[in-house]
Every structure is written in C-alpha cells, then in structure tokens.
C-alpha cells in the first residue's frame, strides 16, 4: 500500500490538542477561519497522497545522481516539485508581501508531516526553503529580501543551510570556511562543507545557500561566526540570473536512507572565492542561523511522526491481512495476525506513540504562533518560552518514536519486513537520521536540561506541569470507566517528572556531571509524561464525540503501558553520574 495522508488525525490534533481552533475563534489569526484552514491541509493531504507519495519508492531504489558536480534528481521529482511550488506550497507561512499565504505555522507544520510521509526524501527540500524564508524575513537587509525572498516563496528557488565542516558537527565554534570583505561591500568564502541537504539538484533554476564563515578578524568559537547568503547563480540588477558563483557540489554521499535526497559535498572559492552577502551583523550568524534551524528542529520533529505514521499503516494493513495460528477458540481456519495480542500490542503502541509525537509537535507549533499573534506582550513572551522549552522535546522524542514505530513495523511484517520489496524495510533506514541531523538527539537533551529548564528561574517548566496537572485533574474529574487508570498513571508521571526536574535543577548548580548523566532519560520522560497529556486532553474532547470514543481507550493503553516507564526513569536520572563512572575502567579497554 502507498501512504494516505492523515489529514482526519491532524486535524483532531490540532484542535483538540493544541487548541487551534480556540485561537481561531479568539482571532489571533486575523480573518483566517477553521473552514479555511481546514482546506488548506485536506488539500495539501491530497497532494502528498496523489502526487508525492508515487514517488517515494522510486526515490528510494532510483536516489539521486551525481556527475561532474552535476546532481539528477530520481525520476517523477522534477515534475512533482514544479506542481507543488505552482501551487504555492512554498509560502504556507511566508508573509502575503512576499508572495505567502501567511498562514499560521500550525497549518504549515500539518503540510511538512504529509509531505514528508508522502516521501522524506523529497520533503527535505521544501523544509529547508522555509527555513531560508524565515532567516531572511527576521534578518536579511532590504535587498537581499528584494532579491530573494519572492523567489523562494514562489519556489521558483531553493535554499540550503551550510552548517557542517568535517572538523565542525556539533561544535559550530570549530568551523574554518573563510570570509574576505570586499571593497563593493560583498564577501569571499572559500572553504569546504559537509552534509549539505539539497546543496545541488536540477528541481529549480538557482539555489540559495546560507553559509556560516568566519571573518579574518573574528574572535575565536561561537562568537566569532557570521552568516552569509551565496547564490549558485549571482542575480543581474533586473532580477535575471548573472553567472555562475565560485561553488560547486564535489560529490555525493551513499548513505544509509533518504537516497532521493541529495546529500552534499560544496566547495567553495576554487576561483579565488564564492561572492557571498551578509545576512545579519558580521560574528553574529549563529542567531539568524538559528531562525533556520528551530524551523528545522520541529520539522525534523515531524519526520518522526511521519515516517511512524506511514510505518503504522503499512502495518496495520499487513497485520489484516496475513493470517497464521488461531487467535482465539480452537476450530477453524488461520487469523488474521492482527488478532494476537503481541500482534495487537505491537499496532497500539505504534499508533499511541505516533499520536503523542504529534500532539507534541502542534503543541509546539503552537506556542511558536502565538509568540507571535499572541494578544498581549506578556502572553507572547510566555509563548515563545514555551516554545523554546517544547522543542527539544518535539525534535528529539518524535525522532526517537520514529525510529521505534519503524521498527515494530518492520517487526510486524515479520521475516517479510527484513525483505526490501515489502518497504518496511525502508521506513527504518529513512528514519534513522532524524535523530542524528539537525542536533543530535543527545544534544537536544543537553539544551533541554542546560539552557531550557532555567528559563525564567525554572517558571515555564513550573506552567507546564501545572497545565498537565489540570488535564490529569480533568480526567479524574470525568468519572468515565473507560479512562481506566489513565488518570492515575498519568499523576505518576507528572509527578515523576517534577521529581527529576527538581533533581537537575540542583545537578546544575553544582554537579553538572550529573545533570548531563541524566539529560537523555530525562528528555524521554518529559515526552512520555507530555505525550500521555495530549492523548487525554484527545480523549476528554471525544467524550462528546460517539464516533471518536476510540481515542480514549487509546489514551487509557499509552497511560497504562507507556507511561509507567516515567517513575524508573524518574530513579535512573537521579543516581547522577556515579553509575555512570563506575564504567571508566571498562570503556577505557581496547576494543
């Protein structure tokens, strides 16, 4: 089977999770209506399923090519891209001055999961083009908006994030790419870039690259980077495309999954030096950077959600229609597999982790809009710190719920899952890096704990347990037998994590060692305790909903099954660091 877009459960999400439609009604969308949006993301649902999707496994078998710096996409995509930016998909949030719809970033974070179920490969494009729109609009001067923004949006062109040196992956402070000013008030790069996503290809006429250089005079590590728009091609006065820049893709990397997306080796200044342009101030790159890159994070976020949801249907439609053994009563022929409860747990659990990765994602999604639209100062201030403190949690534990939704799929399929014609095979490749790009999962634990508990003295983290409180409270408060625990379990793991939070606290202030020790557990239960939230907060809104009373049995398996992992996590970050000493003597023998 090929991937239909979940538009029915996004929306669900949407409204009754992140509180969409109640921002709608309170107009802090301006004249945008729940019709409307709702139009929008059933036909961009449309889109991936009709016009995407086809292309996923052809992507797959076919990958991209590289031949003399010259990158082929896999057949179907040069077709597929020009319908999709026709059709404006480019500009979901982009501002209507630039050619935008200007919708809400909730609308547009319903749009990346279905393009990226519908084929990850071909999604990375379009995600990195929000991301330069983004960074440009906050931080690009007049004419660099003049010249690139319409274009971009219109997706007419692309744009690309030019991060990783081999010396520099997640320490951005090591990156060596050179910056020389020019007299005409431009700049030279010259130096080499790694993992560059999309860094070439023939979908469009030019490609934007935002690049992270260093000036001669810069003070050393983090403080010292700048960033810089190059173009493939320069742009003549009237807007038409000038020569060739001084950069070029050198190779291609063969990797494990995403083959459809080009994975870029650039180079730049083999010609004395690409012409590049400031973004921003000169040494202060890495905040216009990170307008690209928390765009990123939550769209990494829901590639997880993506590829777990595509993972589960394929699934759940396999697990139909295979049949072996008798699930119930001796006495007639072969079940369905989908009727043995190893079988059973293995779909629910896909299913509830998938529902609790995007409830996750919109809440963040959320609090990224109404930072910005928002009533009052005060109320976007408290919505940007939510925001900031939401998604490492969404980056990173929806990734991680990828990479086990992928592999239960693939689990379920049994022996024929391990057979690459099936396809379940490659939903667990394409969804290995997620964890990896775009700050490792490890790193998203670190900021989460380091730069993210602390905000505002540790009051934001205080709201949002708070406002989990009131959803437990609500259930308990519901006096509805088929919540079964949920309420109960769901305390637990509130409280578990109030328990560790108030551990790392302290850890920070004296005993860092353990603080770290401790980030990763602690990231996977605040995504457990959040995640078993947004299922209830499902479950309570379908009380009134005869034909949604399933999401509340769903609620009850994830509070039940899932959930009751928080309190041993809870334990596991408070031994600190010692267990984790306690290894030095055995890490340090040869292999």
């Known amino acids: 089977m090929t991937y239909r877009a979940p538009v029915a459960d996004i929306l669900y999400s949407l409204k009754h999770v992140a509180g969409f439609a109640a921002a709608i009604d309170e107009g802090r969308f301006g004249e945008l209506d729940l019709d409307t949006a709702e139009a929008v993301i059933a036909e961009a649902g449309k889109f991936a399923t009709e016009a995407i999707a086809p292309l996923d496994v052809v992507g797959d078998r076919e990958g991209a090519r590289c031949a003399n710096g010259v990158v082929t996409m896999p057949p179907g995509f040069r077709d597929a891209y ?22 809400p970033h909730a609308v547009a974070a319903a749009c990346n999961e279905m393009w990226s179920g519908a084929s990850m490969g071909f999604a990375l494009c379009p995600l990195l083009g929000e991301g330069a729109i983004g960074a440009l609009e906050v931080y690009g001067s007049e004419t660099l908006r003049a010249t690139y923004l319409g274009r971009l949006v219109t997706g007419e062109w692309t744009g690309t994030m030019n991060l990783t040196e081999p010396q520099a992956g997640s320490d951005l402070g090591a990156v060596k790419t050179r910056a020389e000013r020019a007299v005409d008030g431009t700049y030279r790069l010259t130096g080499q870039k790694i993992f560059i996503t999309y860094g070439e290809h023939d979908l469009a006429d030019n490609i934007v690259h935002l690049v992270l250089a260093r000036l001669p005079d810069a003070p050393p590590g983090t403080r010292g980077i700048s960033l810089f728009l190059a173009p493939k091609f320069l742009v003549k006065p009237d807007g038409s495309l000038g020569p060739r ?92 597999i989908v009727e043995h409860p190893d079988v059973k747990r293995m779909l629910a659990t896909m299913k509830a982790l998938v529902q609790a990765a995007r409830g996750i994602c919109h809440l963040t999604a959320m609090a990224i809009d109404l930072a910005i639209h928002a009533e009052s100062a005060e109320a976007r201030a408290l919505a940007s710190e939510r925001a900031a403190l939401l998604t490492p949690v969404a980056k990173a534990f929806s990734t991680d719920i990828g990479d086990e939704v992928a592999s239960l799929g693939l689990q379920v399929h049994g022996g024929m899952g391990f057979i690459e014609e099936t396809g379940a095979a490659q939903y667990f ?43 437990v409270a609500a259930v308990a408060a519901s006096g509805e037998a088929e919540f079964g625990a949920t309420a109960a379990r769901l305390g637990e793991a509130v409280d578990a994590l109030e328990q560790a939070s108030a551990y790392l606290g ?5 005993d860092l060692a353990s603080a770290l020790a401790g980030a990763t557990s602690y990231l996977r239960l605040f995504g457990l305790a ?36 928080a309190p041993g996590l809870a334990r596991s970050i408070q031994s600190g660091a010692a267990p984790l000493a306690s290894c030095d003597a055995v890490l340090a023998e040869s292999a």
């Open 429 to 471: 490749r394409d969804s290995r890096i997620a964890a990896i790009y775009e700050g490792t999962n490890g790193v998203q634990a670190i900021d989460l704990v380091q730069r993210k508990l602390p905000l505002s003295g540790g009051a934001t983290l205080k709201r949002e347990i708070a406002a989990m409180r009131a959803v």
């Open 245 to 336: 820049n001084d950069v070029r893709c050198a190779s291609i990397e063969h990797k494990l999954g995403i083959h459809a997306s080009p994975t870029c080796v650039m180079v730049y200044g083999d010609a004395g030096g690409a012409t590049a342009y400031l973004v921003g101030e000169e040494n202060r790159g890495l905040a216009a950077m990170f307008v690209m890159m928390n765009a990123a994070r939550l769209g990494v976020g829901l590639q997880g959600v993506a590829i777990g949801e595509k993972a589960y249907q394929k699934a759940l439609t396999y697990a139909r229609e295979r049949r072996q053994g008798r699930a119930g009563a001796a006495g007639g022929g072969m079940s369905p």
């Open 82 to 103: 020009r319908r999709w930016a026709e059709a404006g998909w480019a500009g979901v949030t982009a501002k209507p001055e630039y050619g935008g719809m200007g919708l």
């Open 506 to 510: 302290g850890a920070l202030g004296g």
């Open 530 to 565: 959040l995640g078993g939230i947004c299922l209830a907060k499902a479950g309570l809104a379908a009380l009134s909903q005869p034909a949604e009373r399933g999401r509340i049995g769903l609620a009850r398996f994830f509070a039940e099954k899932l959930a009751t992992a």
